[in-house]
């Protein structure tokens, strides 16, 4: 097995009465690598995850955190993981100060090591105004970000996440967001694997993606790769005032440009390149003093999702 790989899922089966949830499922977490775990409404998805944390068995088929398989250590495999898989259940009357001693008591660490990493993980998850007041109390964001908390008591170097945004509103996703950006960014050793049905926050946060559906794997690969499948990108121009005939021809001569139409103020254009090819156009598109004030790309990830899907039902 690579040393490459905290994560390591072979041949895993999981069979439901005659109904096979996930069908000897092959996948394999990079180190460091933040990975987005994909697929449609009962694709076996958090069954996966469920496995993987030792919340249920499967019925056949190895998942290895840190080359050790769950399925016969549990223990050992799940020490060093944070988790956030089903719905977080806390004791309402105890503060998220209260939580995370009597989790950090759990996984054996001392009162210093309980205080400090309590102090900076609240921190983390915006929760330090909120640190005695009763969980009880709380919306289910904060009650979210409490368990993100708890998932990364005593320096995890893996976390499993599901569905972490799921059931949030748009203000509570954006904080959820926001806290596992930061993860990101300032974490140096930490494997995060992380199941959505948001590709934009897959696409913002991931670095690779695992797609799954019917409960075997689709494709696993790095997110840039993903960009680069289609080789043609779609740009949305938005200018400041309805674009002229001339503009759309001037676009249409760009390095690249294979099609330009104006819808409204927008112009929709078609490139043919990779991320250079982009920058390329940006450049281009300011030069010519159009008034354009965003470009946007349509989320390669989406059309790369809805085509392997549509190919894999
Ligand atoms: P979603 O995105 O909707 O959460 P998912 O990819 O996480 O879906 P799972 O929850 O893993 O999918 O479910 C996979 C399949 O297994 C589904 O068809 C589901 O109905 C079925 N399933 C899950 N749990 C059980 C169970 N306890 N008994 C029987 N079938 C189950």
Same mark, same amino acid.
């Given at each position: 097995?690579?040393?490459?790989?905290?994560?390591?899922?072979?041949?895993?089966?999981?069979?439901?009465g005659?109904?096979v949830?996930?069908?000897?499922?092959?996948?394999?977490?990079?180190?460091?690598?933040f990975?987005?775990?994909?697929?449609?409404?009962?694709a076996?998805?958090?069954?996966?995850?469920?496995?993987?944390?030792h919340?249920i068995?499967?019925?056949?088929?190895?998942?290895y955190?840190?080359?050790?398989?769950?399925?016969?250590?549990?223990?050992?495999?799940?020490?060093?993981?944070?988790?956030?898989?089903?719905?977080?259940?806390?004791?309402?009357?105890?503060t998220?100060?209260?939580?995370?001693?009597?989790?950090?008591?759990?996984?054996?660490?001392?009162a210093e090591?309980?205080?400090?990493?309590?102090?900076?993980?609240?921190?983390?998850?915006?929760?330090?105004?909120?640190?005695?007041?009763?969980?009880?109390?709380?919306?289910?964001?904060?009650?979210?970000r409490?368990?993100?908390?708890?998932?990364?008591?005593?320096?995890?170097?893996?976390?499993?996440?599901?569905?972490?945004?799921?059931?949030?509103?748009?203000?509570?996703m954006?904080?959820?967001?926001?806290?596992?950006?930061?993860?990101?960014?300032d974490?140096? +050793?930490?494997? $995060?694997?992380?199941?959505?049905?948001?590709?934009?926050? =897959?696409?913002? %946060?991931? !670095?690779?993606? /695992? #797609?799954?559906?019917?409960?075997k794997?689709?494709?696993?690969?790095?997110?840039?790769?993903?960009?680069?499948?289609e080789?043609?990108?779609?740009?949305?121009?938005?200018?400041?005032?309805?674009?002229?005939?001339?503009?759309?021809?001037?676009?249409?001569?760009?390095?690249?440009?294979?099609?330009a139409?104006r819808?409204?103020? +927008?112009?929709? $254009?078609t490139l043919?390149?990779?991320?250079g090819?982009? =920058?390329?156009? %940006?450049n !281009?598109?300011? /030069? #010519?003093?159009?008034g354009?004030y965003?470009?946007?790309?349509?989320?390669?990830?989406?059309?790369?999702?809805?085509?392997?899907?549509?190919?894999s039902?």
């Amino acid at each position: 097995m690579s040393s490459d790989n905290p994560i390591e899922i072979v041949e895993l089966r999981k069979e439901y009465g005659g109904f096979v949830a996930v069908d000897n499922l092959n996948l394999s977490v990079k180190r460091n690598s933040f990975t987005g775990f994909l697929g449609p409404n009962g694709a076996g998805k958090s069954t996966t995850l469920k496995i993987l944390t030792h919340l249920i068995n499967a019925t056949s088929g190895q998942a290895y955190i840190n080359g050790i398989d769950v399925t016969k250590d549990p223990k050992a495999a799940l020490t060093g993981v944070g988790t956030v898989v089903e719905t977080p259940e806390f004791y309402p009357y105890l503060t998220p100060r209260e939580t995370m001693k009597y989790v950090g008591q759990i996984i054996g660490m001392n009162a210093e090591s309980i205080k400090s990493e309590t102090d900076r993980i609240l921190e983390k998850v915006k929760m330090t105004e909120w640190e005695d007041k009763r969980i009880g109390t709380f919306s289910k964001g904060m009650r979210q970000r409490i368990a993100i908390g708890q998932a990364l008591m005593n320096n995890p170097s893996v976390v499993i996440l599901d569905e972490p945004t799921s059931g949030l509103d748009p203000r509570g996703m954006a904080e959820m967001r926001d806290i596992l950006k930061n993860l990101r960014n300032d974490s140096r +050793d930490l494997t $995060v694997i992380m199941s959505s049905h948001v590709l934009h926050e =897959v696409s913002d %946060l991931c !670095d690779r993606i /695992a #797609l799954i559906n019917h409960g075997k794997m689709i494709i696993q690969d790095d997110m840039s790769a993903i960009r680069e499948t289609e080789g043609r990108r779609r740009m949305t121009v938005k200018v400041n005032t309805v674009p002229e005939k001339e503009t759309i021809s001037r676009i249409e001569q760009l390095n690249n440009v294979m099609s330009a139409e104006r819808y409204g103020n +927008d112009i929709e $254009v078609t490139l043919d390149g990779d991320t250079g090819a982009c =920058v390329k156009f %940006l450049n !281009d598109v300011s /030069a #010519l003093n159009i008034g354009a004030y965003s470009v946007n790309e349509e989320n390669a990830l989406e059309t790369t999702y809805l085509k392997l899907i549509k190919e894999s039902r």
